[in-house]
């Protein structure tokens, strides 16, 4: 008889494209979100978590690929006898979920509805440096009002997220433009319902951050060499077709009435384009009279990634200080969240155009950027550690560490064999502890107890001389009463 055949042991090793985030690492996350989470309700929103899970039919469109529902994303077919199972998806996004939320709770919920929602997403495509299958978004959106106090309140909440969590004003900019005034734009090009045309000159708009100005012009005309040397076909219009396209990307002017006079010109006739700079002005003057100057939101038509999305204002938080590349060059941080105005989304659920407006917030950028500008430690600080000079005795260390816990101070036993000391001090370093308590025999018949000092005693292992060593101890010796009390003035004196 045949021996079973063994089965190899699984391989430890994380899926493509997806990451194990430790301690201090969620820890800072938690606290980011904590502080954005309490802009968003001081601004009135409400938290809603909604299910990880969607149906494929309620991505509907929004899918990176509706002919093939389990690419872009991670789906399956539930089971079912006749094989006509629903289509279920992990979320790619926190917004697509929205839509279906409030098309079927409408009824039940304000109008307009003010929500906020954070977590995890997914999606199926494929990994690169620093690109994971998944991350955390964070959102805000206002559903059903068209008015434009809704947006430029959007752009005014971010404004002061960035400021609170930690991104001085100075270090960043939003950033606003208006998907109608290009349509105004693509009327005065002549293009008329062409939607083939539109969606090329949209894609090409697209890349005006890559290629810029010369390089749109080209790509809208008779094609441009990439930097490799591979010649990129043009869109194949006319000089004089391209022409509104640059004058809108380029109007920017030294002031919010200049720029709007610059899209005026770039719209012509366009009723759809006037319609977009009159938003644009209204979200402009709405956040003047409520104190956000152009240096910390301006309308700017450069910002272009998103216009084929949305339907009216769009939106992008841009960080302007500069950091070194992977190659030493300098450069900006970039863009850590965007948005704008989805007017078509519920509509797909209810046949009627709901209006709606909201941003993202890319957490793990913003908690990059964060780290760039030293508002997050690189190491978070771990637990006092209560050492164990006797086994027999772990009832006294126990109520230490309940001592200090009680007083509000992150604190543990030490839980490893205690035989070995030095392994005990070798672990409160591994745990980035700041303080060792040790009370052996003699300490227990004394009523005293020692306490380290881990922080200044690396300190003065690195750089102290043997007279600055003495006059600078890091281990104290105190009355156990005071147990708690100086291991505060030590932890106060960390900060």
Not at 316 to 326: C, K
């Amino acid at each position: 008889m045949a021996k079973p055949k063994k089965q190899p042991r699984p391989k430890a090793v994380t899926p493509k494209g997806f990451r194990d985030y430790f301690g201090e690492e969620v820890t800072q996350r938690t606290e980011m979100l904590r502080t954005i989470a309490g802009v968003y309700h001081r601004y009135g929103f409400d938290a809603l978590e909604s299910s990880a899970v969607e149906t494929v039919e309620a991505l509907g469109k929004f899918l990176p690929d509706v002919d093939r529902p389990n690419e872009g994303v991670f789906a399956w077919q539930e089971f079912d006898e006749g094989g006509n199972g629903d289509w279920m998806a992990l979320r790619y996004d926190l917004t697509a979920p929205l839509a279906r939320v409030y098309a079927q709770h409408r009824n039940d919920l304000p109008t307009p509805y003010r929500r906020y929602a954070m977590g995890p997403v997914w999606r199926n495509e494929k990994p690169g440096p620093g690109r994971y299958r998944q991350f955390y978004q964070c959102d805000a959106d206002t559903v059903g009002t068209a008015s434009m106090a809704a947006d430029a309140e959007i752009c005014a909440m971010l404004s002061d997220t960035l400021e609170t969590v930690g991104i001085p004003r100075g270090d960043y900019l939003v950033r606003v433009n208006n998907r109608k005034v290009l349509n105004g734009v693509l009327e005065a090009m002549g293009l008329g319902e062409d939607a083939a045309a539109r969606d090329n000159v949209l894609r090409t708009i697209d890349k005006f951050d890559k290629v810029g100005q010369a390089g749109v012009r080209e790509l809208l005309t008779k094609g441009r060499l990439d930097a490799s040397g591979a010649f990129i076909d043009g869109v194949g219009l006319s000089d004089d077709q391209a022409e509104p396209v640059i004058a809108f990307l380029t109007s920017k002017a030294a002031d919010t009435a200049g720029t709007l006079a610059n899209l005026r010109a770039a719209v012509g006739n366009s009723k759809i384009g006037a319609d977009g700079i009159a938003e644009l002005e209204q979200i402009g003057a709405l956040l003047d009279a409520g104190g956000y100057g152009s240096d910390r939101i301006e309308i700017d038509p450069s910002v272009v990634r998103g216009l084929g999305y949305y339907t009216g204002p769009v939106y992008e938080a841009e960080l302007t200080f500069e950091i070194f590349d992977e190659k030493g060059r300098k450069r900006q941080f970039g863009s850590v969240s965007g948005g704008g105005r989805y007017d078509d989304l519920v509509k797909r659920f209810t046949g009627q155009e709901v209006p709606a407006t909201g941003i993202s917030i890319g957490v793990d950028r913003l908690l990059a950027a964060l780290r760039e500008k030293g508002r997050i430690g690189a190491q978070a600080q771990g637990p006092v550690v209560v050492t164990v000079m006797d086994r027999d005795r772990m009832a006294d260390y126990q109520a230490m560490v309940a001592e200090l816990r009680n007083a509000g101070i992150r604190a543990e036993v030490y839980l490893g064999n205690p035989k070995n000391f030095g392994n005990q001090l070798k672990y409160a370093d591994k745990r980035n502890s700041p303080i060792a308590v040790i009370e052996g025999g003699d300490e227990k018949a004394g009523g005293i107890v020692q306490i380290k000092d881990l922080i200044l005693g690396a300190k003065i292992a690195e750089s102290a001389t043997l007279e600055e060593w003495k006059e600078r101890p890091s281990q104290f010796e105190v009355p156990r009463g005071d147990l708690v009390a100086k291991v505060r003035e030590i932890l106060d004196s960390q900060d």
